[in-house]
């Protein structure tokens, strides 16, 4: 059996999962986001997820959404994989959101599994088997149950592994032993969506990240999955660890990622503008310690 760690990665390696930019009044940055969609590509993204948890997908409209995907795959052409997050607590409303994303030149589909409800593992699998269905596109399964009340049970991923359209996984699931079973038996390309576990997730067969913090450092993260592919794991592991200052500042500071990723792209003078309510942005005292991380982090690579 051919394993994933011998498969192609249906969107690359390295994924930048995207602020969604708005403008100074919260309305959609169109222009904003073809210009970080496109200096993320030069920087290294094999491809950008669009509408994810760090693109506040909550608090986008469906039309919003289809154009961001429009505008992002203008802006990077061929050069990049477009996936679009399209996952929502309701079935229909994600079917819908699925054909609309491919009509809308998306490249493959993100799901999330149905929040708050917490549905039961066959209504889970049923949940993605009717999304696959409906499109001609490859689909990743997100799997981040902290966020969403319910796992993708490593057993339901194996049955959802025959599908021919699930192809991937963004695991945010903090289970290691977990991701290694369905890793040995099935040909699920995996994605880190934890941006501490780059490392750790190629090491065990992983394919590659879909990261946060990528959309401030694109080319500081691609370069760990480069180290090991040459056969560096040492030069990977200082990489890696270079990085968890700002992985820490960003990510577990007690602020959502959008929050964080938002404002220091701001002060970098990049597109990103404000977060949409409930969130609210950035004290400019985290401001300032997000931009010390990044400084170190810019200066060591």
């Given at each position: 059996?051919?394993?994933?760690?011998?498969?192609?990665?249906?969107?690359g390696r390295a994924l930048c999962a995207m602020v969604t930019p708005f403008?100074?009044?919260?309305?959609?940055?169109?222009?904003g986001a073809r210009l970080l969609a496109d200096r993320l590509v030069s920087e290294g993204c094999d491809g950008l997820v669009l509408s994810g948890t760090t693109g506040e997908s909550p608090t986008t409209t469906d039309a919003e959404k289809s154009a961001l995907v429009r505008a992002v795959r203008e802006a990077v052409g061929d050069r990049a994989r477009v996936v679009a997050g399209i996952g929502t607590?309701?079935?229909?409303?994600?079917v819908e959101l699925?054909?609309?994303?491919?009509?809308?030149?998306?490249d493959g589909l993100l799901v999330v599994t149905p929040y708050y409800s917490r549905?039961?593992?066959?209504?889970?699998?049923?949940?993605?088997?009717?999304i696959a269905d409906a499109t001609g596109l490859p689909l990743a399964l997100y799997d981040i149950p902290g966020r969403t009340g319910t796992r993708i049970e490593p057993d339901t991923m194996i049955r959802l592994a025959g599908h021919p359209r699930i192809v991937a996984v963004k695991d945010c699931a903090y289970d290691l032993l977990g991701t290694q079973k369905v890793l040995a038996r099935t040909e699920l390309a995996y994605y880190t969506g934890c941006d501490e576990y780059v490392l750790a997730m190629r090491a065990i067969g992983g394919s590659g990240f879909i990261s946060t913090v990528a959309n401030v450092a694109p080319r500081q993260f691609r370069a760990i999955l480069e180290a090991?592919?040459?056969?560096?794991p040492a030069e990977a592991a200082r990489l890696q660890q270079q990085a968890v200052p700002l992985i820490e500042s960003m990510m577990s500071a007690g602020l959502p990622g959008t929050v964080t990723a938002k404002a220091l792209l701001t002060a970098l003078g990049l597109p990103a503008g404000p977060v949409r309510p409930p969130l609210r942005p950035a004290s400019p005292g985290t401001v300032d310690e997000l931009l010390a991380a990044y400084e170190e982090l810019a200066h060591a690579s």
């Open positions: 059996m051919t394993t994933s760690a011998h498969r192609t990665p249906p969107f403008t100074e009044e919260g309305a959609l940055d169109l222009d607590a309701d079935t229909r409303h994600t699925a054909r609309e994303a491919e009509k809308a030149g998306a549905p039961p593992q066959d209504a889970v699998e049923a949940h993605f088997r009717e090991f592919d040459r056969g560096d």
